[in-house]
T-cell receptor, first 112, second 115 residues
Framework: EDQVTQSPEALRLQEGESSSLNCSYT??????LFWYRQDPGKGPEFLFT???AGEEKEKERLKATLTKKESFLHITAPKPEDSATYLC?????????????FGSGTRLLVRP | DTGVSQDPRHKITKRGQNVTFRCDPI?????LYWYRQTLGQGPEFLTY????????KSRLLSDRFSAERPKGSFSTLEIQRTEQGDSAMYLC?????????????FGDGTRLSIL
């Protein structure tokens, strides 16, 4: 069965303290891996799509990378406004619906 | 691009009542999805529309749930005879349907509370 596992479940950082979030996945064939940010009471906000191992994407203080088994979301010098839940999701290559299979997320708190 | 719009944002109802939610996708998106999210979990897929056709339904979607997308525009999700376990955030997402995988864009959801 397809699975997406995110770690850690929660992470507390001081402002400026860089770290990484992990997303490991098991699918028969990966069509795409997606990172979303979700604020309390809001829907997920799209950040990145990664399609193949070795691919990297950057946006401000965030950088996403992909290997054959996992993805990392690196946060460099985070600010309090980066506090949110970060969700990882995969699409399977044989799935004609393109539905997303999500992990449970990592809750990030950045303290000033 | 006005984003995905969902209505209502919150719904409180008594067990056994019927509820209906509406989703207005981004106008040029022909794919529409419904997901359910409970506290501390990621969204779980419920159903998928390509234009007006409902092409896939999850095992999570019991016969008390029905979804429509008339004319391939807005969509509605109805829950009949609500149960305590239906309490969750119901999220709608839409995406383009051409070429390689396109990101899904989400609305801010409808939070359902069953008394």
């Amino acid at each position: 069965e397809d699975q997406v596992t995110q770690s850690p479940e929660a992470l507390r950082l001081q402002e400026g303290e860089s770290s990484s979030l992990n997303c490991s996945y098991t699918v028969s064939g990966l069509r795409g891996l997606f990172w979303y940010r979700q604020d309390p009471g809001k829907g997920p906000e799209f950040l990145f799509t990664l399609y193949s191992a070795g691919e990297e994407k950057e946006k401000e203080r965030l950088k996403a990378t992909l290997t054959k088994k996992e993805s990392f979301l690196h946060i460099t010098a985070p600010k309090p406004e980066d506090s949110a839940t970060y969700l990882c999701a995969v699409q399977e290559v044989e799935d004609s619906s393109y539905k997303l299979i999500f992990g449970s997320g990592t809750r990030l708190l950045v303290r000033p | 691009d006005t984003g995905v719009s969902q209505d209502p944002r919150h719904k409180i109802t008594k067990r056994g009542q019927n509820v209906t939610f509406r989703c207005d996708p981004i106008s040029e998106h022909n794919r529409l999805y419904w997901y359910r999210q409970t506290l501390g979990q990621g969204p779980e897929f419920l159903t998928y529309f390509q234009n007006e056709a409902q092409l896939e339904k999850s095992r999570l979607l019991s016969d008390r749930f029905s979804a429509e997308r008339p004319k391939g525009s807005f969509s509605t999700l109805e829950i009949q005879r609500t149960e305590q376990g239906d309490s969750a955030m119901y999220l709608c997402a839409s995406s383009r349907g051409q070429g390689s995988s396109q990101p899904q864009h989400f609305g801010d959801g409808t939070r359902l509370s069953i008394l």
